[in-house]
């Protein structure tokens, strides 16, 4: 089946250092792939997206380029901010089905 | 605003007392799915609705009920909830189930069972 594996945190950076969170999947055709970001306190809000190979999703000053001969979708920042500390969730969608695979998430603290 | 509302925010109940989770939409989304967060296990899906009067399991179901009788709202009920349904809960919808309608989550509700 189809699935999702981040590497674990947490994630302790200081201020302006660059950020990479791993992401890895499994799945049968061409998935989508996506990062989402949880704050404190809220909800799942999309981050970033990619939809075939080679496609390089971007917002906030973050990256993910769709990488399908390595299965991967690493999630990039060249300087991250206080701000950024959150929860991050790699997720996947099939194409085929109803529901979308969330990896396990990454939470990420930067300090200043 | 466009968003999707969950009340309450904050739940402690005893085993067995029945408790509904209210979850609304004001963006006219046909799609909508109740997704549980848990230490080291992620998001799993619940239940989802692809459309009014339309509800299908998810990965994790037993124990939840749902019904879709309007398009905005979306209830989670706990017939006889257990310690191990504690959890923090998310409802989520999107204009349509397709990669190209990313969710929306509510803000979730942490449900604590004694």
């Known amino acids: 089946g189809n699935s999702v594996t981040q590497m674990e945190g947490p994630v302790t950076l200081s201020e302006e250092a660059f950020l990479t969170i791993n992401c890895t999947y499994t799945?049968?055709?061409?998935?989508?792939l996506f990062w989402y970001v949880q704050y404190p306190g809220e909800g799942l809000q999309l981050l970033l997206k990619?939809?075939?190979?080679?496609d390089k999703g971007s917002n906030k000053g973050f990256e993910a380029t769709y990488r399908k001969e390595t299965t991967s979708f690493h999630l990039e920042k060249g300087s991250v901010q206080v701000s950024d500390s959150a929860v991050y969730f790699c997720a996947l969608d099939s194409n085929s089905g109803y529901a979308l695979n969330f990896g396990k998430g990454t939470s990420l603290l930067v300090t200043p | 605003e466009a968003q999707v509302t969950q009340n309450p925010r904050y739940l402690i109940t005893v085993t067995g007392k029945k408790l509904t989770v209210t979850c609304s939409q004001n963006m006219n989304h046909e799609y909508m799915s109740w997704y549980r967060q848990d230490p080291g296990l992620g998001l799993r899906q619940i239940y989802y609705s692809m459309n009014v009067e339309v509800t299908d399991k998810g990965d994790v179901p037993e124990g939840y009920k749902v019904s879709r009788k309007e398009k905005r709202n979306f209830p989670l009920i706990l017939e006889s909830p257990s310690p191990n349904q504690t959890s923090l809960y998310f409802c989520?919808?999107?204009?349509?189930?397709?990669?190209?309608?990313?969710?929306?989550f509510g803000n979730g509700t942490r449900l604590t069972v004694t």
């Open positions: 989520a919808s999107s204009p349509y189930r397709t990669a190209d309608s990313p969710l929306h």
């Open positions: 799945a049968t055709g061409y998935p989508s």
């Open positions: 990619a939809t075939k190979a080679d």
